[in-house]
């Protein structure tokens, strides 16, 4: 308790300090509705981004007023109490994260010599016919097909396989059946009678290419399909990769850690995911665990405890699966056992504090999470069964384990001899919270291993622990710059080595779905280290490859519904969970601080407390690569005087801070949240989600198209470079807005979206490559001379619920002239623009910048400087305190950025409004329902030659009456919108104002 109490008195006073001048507090005005928002803008012309570099130092700059809008969520009680009391300032809703903050392995780097992977070695798929028989009428016949698995010798029981079989060469007829068995599968697969022939073989979960079968006439046929898993990799774990992830994990008690460090403001996940996503903790995980489960979901939320006896839940499983902790009462591991583990790898509930024993030293803000003893016996076990030994000899795992409980350092005591090197190389952050259970975890393998961190201060101390490259004994924490070259950019096309890092503490943003274990542990993502193609910053950078996981999480990814989706990847979770991949760290329950003066919930007459300012995101808040919706809608409150003057907004802009720096602002390698957030705004995407929605229930609105549609056919062949060829492709067709357009002026065409997908494909994109991996082609439709090149089809291998969002949202859109001569035409695998040398923001540093693309924010130079004049639109539009800057920018570096005007959605206010495209399809719009229709064109035919008083607008055409010209500004924008596919009405929570000309503040 005194520890939690020093620790809040030292943030409150840390930030009492920074406050500008005498400060009397005045209660907050903080969120009390959903903040709703607009499908346009920006509606504030100007933002300046600030660099701040550290966590810290942002937070106490939004103290001094320089901050309207932050980038990272209220770390502590303290921060949300000093923050959230002070009138100045505004509070979101707090909400859970759609991300999580955890324990990485590098599964390529050996550890301590010991081997983590193996070769993988299959044979190819076959059929092999067992027996004939008589049966079906002549010319036809029928099948029954065993599956099985021979990378694992056994039969397959999955009762989400089905089994095609389609004749050759035509593919039809075909048949497609699922386990005979139903949902207590059998392996066994029955085809009816079916025209006699050759057919092939296809499984949809599992690899048997190549495969094919004769079925004769009369005949029923019987035999096994010898099958392997869908996997790319070359490789496989081993089983010591497994024990040392379990050790690892029992050196954190996760929900001790959170509820001790951070209060209410964080949760402990139990898995390499988050609940918004839809997926379920493995069943034994108790609640003091994030484990509250979505509404309706089953089994029920989870209990304060396990009751003793019963069966062995999925946690146990995993926690006995080695064989090795006979003392343990966990069931399954001994004999008799009645208990149950916690949570994942969590045998007890340990309330050691920090500075308790002679070796655990904590970091600033640690106050409990580190293990108790079985947890440590358990840790021991686990590394001894890897190869690893004791001393003295004659000692054991418990011997360990008890000397961890002595208060003053023994000078030798029983612990594991380090092998190999005797080093683990360990990346700690420097933000709060990953420093934190970092410092936790290295404290803990340091101790194991005889090197306790206490005596660093001894002359000639080598630590087990290196913090980074050895000989760093001493702690040192890192920013996401720091560990860049090493911990991402760790493969050959980069220059870097697989085998930099050994541990990492990591921060993930997810999806609305869970395909972070597609994008980020598949292995066709690894950058060719197991599969793949070569790429400078791999997803799967920590090299998790395992043929069973790449299986289910290709099955995830590529399902046509995402109920089925969701059940994979709840497969890749439990797959992650039996090898301890990854080791849960927290997820913060998110609350953020603005400024108040951008709070619109507080208007009373000149303007509505249901128009849209700030946007609480669903799972992100204004989280740095998130806020994307709040700087498009962010505009001050009329009139709107602070009680302290330092905190007064500076009428039109938006100040943002930002707590990290910047390497790469290229969508080719750019591999943060704070690069994301300003490609984001500068790129954009042809869907756009609604921020209030999430998950299954995320609605996309067509941002840059005015429609798009998809189909599937089950017979076509689909090839490319990555994947090979396969049956089955999806081609989507996206019909381009006539009024989207580059910052520069330029229309986007369907050959610049082809363009960008191709690339992000070939060249290819750290981050966005992996929504496309499995592209067949994209090319524009109707691109001939004369003709517009507003229609693009894109062909994909396959069938998902998630194609729509993996192409329709997260491909940054390039013109393809500026980008063309940096990455090839058609794009160059490992071309100049693959490099993270190259730099689109200020290219050679002499050079004018390409930063070039149809989002709601332009990248202008604000000054001249070598090689570019000041006006240039593309950048750089970055400086320091004394020039012009590229895309590495550091502590009090700035980027400014001003409103694309040339913007589809733009301008709702300034000089320009009046003028844009905005207005034109507000006015288009008559009836206000979203998009321009045969109503509104109806509308405008029957007043023609009048004098009608809406149509007739000095600001679409001269004149009296509604003329050619009025009935033309319709008719280009005939399906164009700002809500389509959506009404107003059913777009949820979008501010009711949905025309920011015609319609009063309240809503039409």
Not at 142 to 158: A, G, K, P, Y
Not at 594 to 603: A, D, I, R, V
């Amino acid at each position: 308790m005194f520890r939690v109490l020093s620790l809040a008195i030292v943030l409150s006073l840390s930030v009492l300090m920074v406050l500008p001048g005498t400060y009397t507090p005045v209660r907050a005005i903080n969120q009390t509705n959903p903040l709703r928002f607009s499908p346009f803008g920006p509606f504030t012309q100007q933002m300046i981004i600030h660099f701040y570099s550290d966590f810290t130092v942002m937070f106490q700059h939004f103290q001094l007023g320089e901050i309207d809008i932050s980038d990272w969520p209220l770390q502590s009680s303290a921060d949300i109490s000093t923050f959230c009391s002070n009138a100045d300032f505004f509070c979101t809703s707090p909400q859970p994260q759609l991300g999580y903050f955890g324990q990485e392995l590098n599964s390529h780097t050996p550890f301590m010599g010991i081997a983590l992977t193996q070769a993988r070695t299959t044979s190819p798929p076959s059929y092999t016919t067992t027996s004939t028989a008589a049966g079906c009428s002549s010319g036809f016949g029928s099948l029954t097909v065993t599956v099985r698995n021979q990378e694992t010798s056994s039969i397959v029981l999955d009762s989400l396989n089905a089994l095609t079989v389609a004749n050759q060469p035509s593919g039809s007829p075909s048949a497609t059946v699922s386990d005979s068995g139903g949902s207590t599968p059998n392996g066994v697969y029955n085809i009816p009678c079916i025209l006699a022939g050759t057919y092939s073989l296809r499984s949809s979960v599992y690899n048997a290419t190549g495969t094919t079968v004769a079925i004769g006439s009369a005949t029923t046929t019987s035999g096994t399909l010898n099958a392997n898993w869908n996997s790319p990799s070359n490789v496989r774990p081993t089983r010591n990769r497994a024990l040392l992830g379990a050790a690892i994990a029992h050196l954190l008690d996760d929900p001790e850690f959170v509820s001790s460090t951070f209060g209410p403001v964080a949760s402990a996940p139990c898995a390499f995911m988050v609940l918004a996503q839809g997926q379920v903790c493995p069943t034994g995980t108790t609640s003091s665990y994030q484990c509250l489960l979505p509404p309706l979901a089953t089994p029920a939320p989870c209990p304060a405890l396990n009751p003793l006896g019963g069966a062995a839940t999925q946690n146990d499983n995993a926690e006995c699966q080695f064989g090795n902790h006979l003392w343990l009462n966990v069931i399954g591991c001994a004999s008799g056992a009645t208990g149950h583990d916690l949570g994942p790898y969590n045998v007890g509930d340990d309330r050691v504090n920090v500075n308790a024993r002679f070796w655990n030293t904590g970091a600033f803000g640690v106050v409990q999470g580190y293990s108790g003893h079985d947890d440590l016996r358990a840790a021991c076990d686990d590394l001894v069964s890897m190869g690893l030994t004791l001393s003295p000899s004659t000692a054991t795992c418990n011997d360990v384990a008890n000397a961890a409980d002595l208060t003053t350092d023994p000078g030798t005591y029983a612990h594991i001899v380090p092998a190999g090197d005797g080093h683990i190389k360990y990346y700690i952050r420097s933000n709060f919270g990953r420093q934190q259970f970092g410092q936790v975890i290295a404290d803990t393998l340091n101790y194991l291993f005889g090197t306790p961190q206490n005596r660093a201060a001894q002359t000639g101390f080598v630590g087990t622990v290196c913090y980074g490259q050895c000989p760093q004994y001493t702690p040192r924490y890192y920013t996401f710059t720091q560990v860049q070259s090493c911990v991402f950019a760790d493969t050959p096309a980069s220059g870097g080595s697989p085998d930099c890092w050994q541990l990492y503490t990591a921060g993930q943003g997810f999806d609305p779905t869970a395909d972070q274990y597609y994008l980020n542990r598949n292995s066709i993502q690894t950058g060719t280290i197991c599969a793949g193609v070569a790429a400078f910053k791999p997803n799967n950078y920590d090299f998790w490859c395992d043929p069973q996981t790449d299986t289910d999480s290709n099955a995830g990814e590529f399902s046509a519904t995402l109920a089925i989706s969701g059940q994979f990847f709840q497969r890749a979770l439990l797959d992650e969970l039996n090898n301890a991949v990854s080791i849960p760290g927290f997820s913060f329950v998110d609350t953020f601080a603005e400024n108040n003066g951008f709070n619109l919930q507080q208007c009373t007459t000149q303007c509505s407390p249901t128009q849209s300012s700030i946007v609480n995101t669903v799972g992100f808040g204004t989280l740095a690569g998130s806020a994307y919706y709040t700087l498009l809608n962010a505009r001050q409150v009329p009139g709107y005087t602070a009680h302290v003057a330092a905190y007064q907004p500076i009428p039109g802009l938006i100040r943002r801070g930002f707590s990290q720096d910047t390497s790469n602002l290229s969508p080719f390698t750019f591999n943060s949240v704070w690069e994301g957030d300003v490609l984001a705004d500068i790129y954009d995407t042809m869907l756009s989600p609604d921020p209030n929605t999430s998950g299954g229930n995320t609605q996309f609105i067509d941002w840059g198209t005015t429609s798009h549609s998809s189909r599937f056919n089950a017979n076509e062949l689909g090839c490319n470079s990555i994947n090979g060829c396969s049956i089955g492709v999806t081609t989507q067709i996206w019909h381009i807005r006539n009024d989207w357009k580059f910052s520069d002026g330029n229309d986007v065409k369907a050959s610049d979206v082809a363009y960008s997908i191709i690339a992000y494909r070939d060249v290819p994109s750290s981050l966005l490559q992996g929504y496309v991996v499995n592209v067949v082609s994209a090319f524009g439709l109707d691109c001939g001379a004369g003709q517009p090149c507003k229609t693009l089809q894109v062909k994909l291998q396959g069938q998902s619920s998630l194609f729509e969002y993996n192409i329709g949202a997260t491909q940054y859109v390039l013109e393809k002239s500026l980008w063309a001569p940096y990455c090839g035409d058609p794009p160059i695998p490992g071309g100049t623009c693959a490099s993270p040398l190259f730099d689109p923001m200020y290219p050679s540093a002499n050079s004018p910048g390409i930063e070039v693309g149809p989002g709601p924010w332009s990248c202008i130079a604000p000054i001249s400087g070598t090689g570019v004049s000041a006006g240039h639109v593309g950048g750089p539009c970055a400086e320091t305190s004394t020039a012009l800057t590229g895309g590495a920018i550091t502590r009090d570096g700035r980027i400014l950025l001003q409103a694309n005007t040339f913007n589809a959605r733009c301008c709702p206010t300034g000089p320009t409004s009046t003028g844009s495209s905005l207005y034109r399809i507000s006015y288009a719009d008559h009836n206000n329902d979203g998009v321009v229709n045969i109503l509104d064109l109806a509308d405008v035919a029957s007043h023609y030659g009048t004098t009608d008083s809406y149509w007739v607008n000095p600001n679409i055409a001269t004149g009296s009456t509604v003329g050619a010209v009025d009935l033309a500004t319709v008719a280009i924008y005939f399906g164009h919108g700002t809500t389509t596919p959506f009404a107003p009405e059913t777009l949820f929570q979008v501010d009711p104002q949905v025309d920011p000309f015609f319609c009063p503040s309240n809503g039409c």
